[in-house]
């Protein structure tokens, strides 16, 4: 069974940067698509950027485009998001997701909408908090 955690969050100045990691324990071969997700209060939760695992392709929200780099280092069974240049509405909960369907990646949609349903991913995060203050 997969297990996801994340670690990195904090708080932080405009302009600053974080790195957020994502450690998931019974990572096999299943996996095709890891992603960051945020929560801000009030709000839904969000697609903030995705690797299909297989193909290595990223996506990322226009919001994040420039600013944060998602990265995937399977043998380490870990996944990265590098924040850059944070904005106070960057401020949430990040969350890690994993999908790891047998049946794999919907092939009714493209890969580019695909990544932002969060009902493609079988497991979870706790989250971790982001603050973007001065």
């Known amino acids: 069974q997969i297990q996801v955690v994340e670690s990195g969050g904090g708080s932080v100045q405009p302009g600053g940067s974080l790195r957020l990691s994502c450690v998931v324990s019974?990572?096999?071969?299943?996996?095709?698509?890891v992603g960051w997700f945020r929560q801000a209060p009030g709000y839904a939760r969000e697609g903030v950027a995705a690797?299909?695992?297989?193909?290595?392709?990223?996506y990322y929200d226009d919001s994040v485009q420039g600013r944060f780099t998602i990265s995937h280092d399977k043998a380490k069974s870990t996944l990265y998001l590098q924040m850059n240049s944070l904005k106070p509405e960057d401020t949430a909960i990040y969350y890690c997701a994993v999908a790891n369907n047998k049946r794999g990646p919907r092939p009714e949609m493209r890969y580019s909408i695909l990544w932002t349903q969060d009902d493609e991913y079988n497991d979870w995060g706790q989250g971790t908090q982001v603050t973007v203050s001065s």
């Open positions: 690797i299909f695992t297989r193909l290595g392709a990223t």
């Open positions: 019974g990572y096999t071969d299943s996996v095709y698509l």
